[in-house]
Nanobody, 125 residues
Framework: QEQLVESGGGLVQAGGSLRLSCAASGRTFSSYAMGWFRQAPGKERDFVTA????????NYASSVKGRFTISRDNAKNTVYLQMNSLKPEDTAVYYC??????????????????WGQGTQVTVSS
């Protein structure tokens, strides 16, 4: 079983950067695809980005492509989300999640088995 803990959220001005981290406590981190989702106030939780278990494949929502970068360090049981050129519309609670789907990428919430508690990102204009 994986326990996921996000960190790195906070308040930043538009155009700024933040780096989120998600640390996993289980011993099988490298067997999971990892994803980041976000939920803005009053909205549904949306897919942001995913990375496969080896780190060799990634995908991004169109709204963040070119600005956000997902990466992972399997030796440290950690996945990262580097967010650059932040916009007020990026304001949301960001969740990391783990999916046991082989070497694929997960895009849907129901593909992900384990979830973190979320970290707030607020971008001021």
């Amino acid at each position: 079983q994986e326990q996921l803990v996000e960190s790195g959220g906070g308040l930043v001005q538009a155009g700024g950067s933040l780096r989120l981290s998600c640390a996993a406590s289980g011993r099988t981190f490298s067997s999971y695809a990892m994803g980041w989702f976000r939920q803005a106030p009053g909205k549904e939780r949306d897919f942001v980005t995913a990375i496969n278990r080896s780190g060799g494949s990634t995908n991004y929502a169109s709204s963040v492509k070119g600005r956000f970068t997902i990466s992972r360090d399997n030796a440290k049981n950690t996945v990262y989300l580097q967010m650059n050129s932040l916009k007020p519309e990026d304001t949301a609670v960001y969740y990391c999640a783990a999916a046991n789907i082989g070497y694929g990428l997960g895009y849907r919430e129901d593909e992900y088995r384990y979830w973190g508690q979320g970290t707030q990102v607020t971008v001021s204009s």
